[in-house]
């Protein structure tokens, strides 16, 4: 491997990045990033060089089957073949304008956002954090131009628990430490309710406020779901207060609970303003957008908002493709069905630890009580080759790209007992 960066690049100009990247044992891997990045996270211990659906394989050739599917972003399974010949052919075309000109792409992939989500206009970013940052921005102007609110004044309600992305505005209203401390000051005009809770939504609401944002199931919260009817409920108390609703749906989008958005579950809990992204993506690339009514959505302006990357063409069409598949591939039901299967079969084990089983769809979370070590729980689970960590409250994540078959379904169940039994 190359040791000097003249070395290196002209390694990489001589023979090709995937060539020099060959080389690297996961010891190498390893190194690498624990000198060269910072350490805001921390890997399970295996390096992945190749995926193909659900399986991956490490550099040293272990197949494993992936678990996390990129937090739901690899809905469509690794390298899914529609989506990358889609990626190919845009190749020959053009990939990245900025929005300084118009795009047959982005004009088409706007358009089928809205099909897919059933609202009006959109706005393309790239990353969650800033959906959800331009659902916020929206909000607020919303507030000062159409409701009147004084100017800075807004208030937007969250709930305890949340995860909507790192930017600074986002984890200062995170209740999480982890997320949060040492990152002030906060900005302020956020008020924090307990998920879930009617009666407190009702009460932060004043006449300032803006919006509610609320993602419809905590998925980075230990994938806790709300009581059945509360979304609609939500949905009236919003109405009844000339609030907004914003469901963040980046994690629970684009079929990940067995419909196209969790939302869906109680078509009356439309909202007025949704974050997405992630799945949207194919698995290939950061595609997200805010998405919502157009009353809200037409308050910006030229400059009011923006992004380089935000609406590129090589992403728009990754994003129709994704999309498209989901529809006529029955994505929603497949992850219905799917999701159902593996979380019968976790509730039919017969281990003390397990404290109790969440899921819809393929999002699905195994709490384990305090009796179980939660590394020790990860390493049993690499040892069964599945790869997987907990979210917060001892819930292990598994929500797999929805591609996954039957037979994959049942061997993930077969191999999560056998780590179980292992402890
Ligand atoms: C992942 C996630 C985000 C933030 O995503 P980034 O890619 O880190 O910007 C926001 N909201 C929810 C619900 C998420 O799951």
Redesign the pocket.
Known sequence: MATTSKTLWEDVLSRGVQEVVAELSTEDAVRLSETYGTHNYKPLPVNVVRGDGVRVWTSEGEEYLDCIGA???VAHGHLSPFIMDTIRRQLDRVTVLSRAFYSSEVGLFLKAVCDFTELDMACPMN??????ETCIKLARKWGYTVKNVPLDQAEIIVCSD??????TT?VGFSSEDKYKKHFGPYGPGFKIIPFGDLEALKAAITPNTVAFLC?PI???GGILIPPDGWMTEVRRVCDENRVLLIW?????GFCRTGRRFAWMHEPAAKPDLI?I??AMGGGAL?V?AAVGRREVMEVFQPGDHGSTFGGNPLGSVVAIAAMAEMEVKGYSERSAQLGDRLADRFRAFNFSCIKEVRARGLLVGLELDETVDSAAMTHALLAQRLLTKETRKRTFRFTPAISITEDQIDEMGDRVERALASL
């Open positions: 937090y739901s972003a990353t969650e954090a800033e959906a959800n949340n995860f909507h992305g790192r930017t986002i993602e905590q998925a980075e963040d749906e980046v994690q629970t974050a992204g992630k950061p997200s």
